[in-house]
């Protein structure tokens, strides 16, 4: 799938993938600590979990002297910055066991400003995915006069880099439901 992208809204368009903004960035994986043997690796290979992607681009429009949002196929519209994107990632454990300690984790593309998740349980991360925390919780370090002195200041949501969803529980056989979290084209 595409994504048409157009910094001055004219016919000249970037063309990128849109797995890169949302879909095949999405990572999910078990990070479990310490040593697995080998029935417990054998577990996990029978709980496999599925991510598929979808980018809705949500405008508002004027029809019949009556304001409605509208969700647009990106395919079918050319992207401009200040577009409002939602981007949903439904998962599904299509394997025959429970996973266990599952993570979901979405690198926004740069040409995508996070606006906010649906989950409250989820977290971001605003340096690349090292650090992770809810948005209020976290600093930004900035680099001040020719990368001499660095200071920290509240995280915004420009800052965004990640999107990461911990399962607390295990995902059952056959379980499935969406992650949602929204952007905007810079």
Known sequence: MFLKYSKTGSSASALFYAAALAGAALTGGLFAS???NAQA???QQRATVSIRSE???ERNVSENGSDKTE?????KVTVIPGDKLIIYNFYENEG???RDNYIATNPLHPAIAFVSVDEEWAQVSVDGGKTWGKLPDLTK???VADGIESQSRAASPGDVT???WRFTKPLAPGEKGRLT???VVR
């Open 71 to 75: 969700l647009l196929d990106p395919k």
């Open 41 to 43: 690796q054998v577990t």
């Open 96 to 98: 025959s066991t429970p």
């Open 55 to 57: 980018i809705w681009v």
């Open 162 to 164: 990640h999107v990461r």
């Open 34 to 36: 310490g040593t697995a």
């Open 181 to 183: 979290f929204r952007g």
């Open 141 to 143: 370090l900035e680099t």
